[in-house]
């Protein structure tokens, strides 16, 4: 026999008092899912999102997620979520903050070695440039510091922690130790009766005493001393060469005097 419509339905609102009043003893962490006349009852885990927030979640599922554990407790607890932009802004501060310790470190090195560091980045940008133009120009922009900075008659002298280095390859040719740039190779080239390239003066030739010094040295001795820039009519500048290819600044000079330490 086929009920009437309306015992089967107080029947039903009967049921679902009985169930209204059980499901508000629950604590307010967990979730009713209703489906159809199947009742479920479920813990609803927090979800992580982007914000200043807090969310309840189950201990098990801290651990899964995050990797913490309170142990001997199954309480709902909490998982603070992080702000993944605050995240992202501290990642980049540090980076500016190493790019401008580097950049100091770099300064200071060069003030320590008496180097035209802005005209040696753009040689060293010129190396690298796929565009010829660009190279040409940034040459051009390194030389007019160049010709300023490493001018005729300008004295450079190394003692201390800032040394000359006698090259192992290139006999009549000082490099500077602390020097690290991998581009361009910097030389400063003296030169004497046995080897004075055309256009270097009689005048700006280096005394054999120091060179008697630099033979002591040995390839790659560290010596103290001072230099005079002298003047090149066939350079690149008013006392320099610089090869493209080899990546090669060589400066023209004469020693005045120059010993290992």
């Known amino acids: 026999m086929t009920r009437p419509f309306g ?15 059980a499901v508000s003893a629950l604590p307010a962490a967990v979730g009713i899912v209703v489906f159809r006349t199947v009742i479920v009852v479920s813990a609803v885990p927090a979800v992580e999102c982007a914000a200043t927030m807090t ?14 554990r309170d142990p001997g407790s199954g309480k709902v607890g909490e998982v ?6 605050s995240s992202s802004a501290e990642t980049t501060t540090a980076h500016a903050a190493e790019t401008a310790a580097q950049k100091a470190a770099a ?7 008496d180097l035209p560091e802005e005209a040696l980045t753009l040689l060293a940008q010129s190396l690298r440039d796929s565009c010829a133009i660009c190279a040409e120009k940034n040459r051009k922009k390194a030389f007019a510091q160049l010709d300023d900075f490493y001018a005729p008659g300008r004295l450079l002298t190394m003692a201390g922690e800032t040394r000359f280095v006698s090259s192992p390859d ?15 190779v910097l030389t400063f080239r003296f030169h004497h009766s046995g080897a004075r ?12 005493v120091w060179l008697e010094e630099i033979a002591a040295a040995g390839p790659r001795g560290r010596l103290e001393g001072t230099i005079e ?13 610089f090869s493209p290819s080899e990546g090669h600044l060589q400066i023209q000079c004469r020693i005045l005097e120059i010993s290992a330490p």
């Open 7 to 21: 015992i089967r339905n107080s029947v039903f609102a009967c049921s679902f008092r009985r169930w209204r009043s």
């Open 55 to 68: 969310l309840p979640v189950s201990k098990a599922w801290a651990e899964e997620v995050v990797g913490t």
């Open 80 to 85: 603070a979520v992080t702000d993944s932009g």
């Open 107 to 113: 300064q200071k090195a060069a003030a320590q070695l």
């Open 170 to 184: 290139m006999p009549n040719e000082l490099g500077l130790l602390g020097y690290d740039r991998p581009s361009p």
């Open 197 to 208: 390239l055309v256009g270097v003066e009689e005048a700006d030739e280096t005394e054999s």
């Open 229 to 241: 820039v002298i003047p090149y009519p066939y350079g690149d500048g008013v006392s320099y060469l």
